[in-house]
């Protein structure tokens, strides 16, 4: 289930993924789905983005060698 993030003046995607998903890193989810504001590098207040749940597997950030063995 997704949910919606209305940006406030100056926010960015990996400003607003550090927000929403504590990592900065997951603005790439944020782009995929919010892909008609793909040409926005930092935005106006009010835009509503579309926030998607991370996926499962992503709930770790370890390096594959840091994984359980």
């Avoid at 009010?46 to 499962?56: A, K, R, S, T």
Wanted: negative net charge.
């Amino acid at each position: 289930m997704s949910r919606i993030y209305i940006t406030q003046v100056g926010d960015q995607w990996d400003t607003i993924a550090k927000a929403v998903y504590d990592d900065e890193q997951r603005a790439d989810l944020l782009m995929q789905a919010n892909f008609k504001y793909l040409d926005i590098f930092q935005f106006d207040a009010g835009v509503q983005l579309v926030v998607p749940d991370e996926p499962e597997n992503s709930s770790t950030t370890l390096p594959p060698w840091r994984g359980d063995a």
